[in-house]
């Protein structure tokens, strides 16, 4: 299954455009299987998940991006957003209570180096992004974002691979032309929520760009085929 699990929509992310009828539709004409509407710390009902998804004979999923101290976190299996969840260890604390599941978001943001070029300075940000204390305590790591440049989602993998977890892929979606650039792959049916979070702490997922039908590098551990059919990005 290909799952899109970083979006946003217009009524949960002041920043967004999108209308959720329209992401799903839009994501469906894409290849994908299904969505996580991972608004910018505001969680929607799971009332409303389940009609969205009634709606459209599709699975919608619930999730929440959390601004922590130290950068976002994308969460999945928490109901409700709280401000304490801003602090990295009261996040894990809610999400372990809830039997859930944490990836960072997008690290290349908050650990860029200033120059891309500069090997040293390179090695540097990536150094700072293992020791930031939201990403130590995250399940996976967000290695393919819609918006990040090769180099950008490069880093982000060695982020992974320096922490030693799982890498997943979102659009990061907030308008329509961001949507079907990535999605994560699951080898096994994802039925609901919880599905969703036991595949991610198992570490069976892969990110996948949908521009060129290639998972990562690293998924030739796990048997999993190294092509994708590529999938053209909705306009």
């Known amino acids: ?5 970083h979006t946003h929509t ?14 799903i539709e839009r994501s469906k004409a894409a290849g994908l299987d299904a969505v996580v509407l991972s608004e910018h710390d505001h969680t929607w009902s799971r009332e409303d998940i389940r009609a969205l998804g009634q709606r459209h004979n599709f699975l919608v999923l619930p999730g929440l991006e959390v601004s922590t101290n ?7 299996g928490v109901e409700v957003f709280d401000p304490s969840m801003r602090e990295p260890e009261v996040l894990a604390d809610l999400v372990r209570s809830a039997n859930g599941a944490m990836v960072a978001a997008h690290p290349y943001r908050l650990h860029a180096p200033m120059d891309w070029r500069n090997a040293e300075e390179h090695a540097r940000a990536v150094m700072a992004a293992l020791a930031n204390p939201a990403y130590e305590l995250a399940h996976a790591v ?5 918006h990040g440049r090769p180099e950008q989602n490069h880093f982000s993998e060695l982020v992974a691979l320096g922490l030693g977890r799982p890498g997943t892929a979102g659009t990061d979606s907030h308008q329509a032309s961001d949507i079907g650039k990535a999605a994560t792959y699951f080898d096994r049916d994802i039925r609901n929520e919880r599905d969703l979070i036991e595949e991610i702490l198992a570490g069976r997922c ?3 760009d949908l521009t060129s039908g290639s998972l990562t590098e690293d998924v030739r551990r796990h048997g999993v085929p190294t092509r994708l059919p590529s999938v053209s990005p909705t306009s």
């Open 70 to 76: 130290h950068g976002h976190i994308l969460v999945y």
């Open 1 to 5: 299954m290909l799952i899109d699990l």
């Open 10 to 23: 217009r009524f949960g992310s002041t920043d967004a455009m999108l209308d959720p009828d329209e992401l």
């Open 206 to 208: 892969w990110a996948v």
């Open 142 to 146: 967000e290695v393919i974002n819609g």
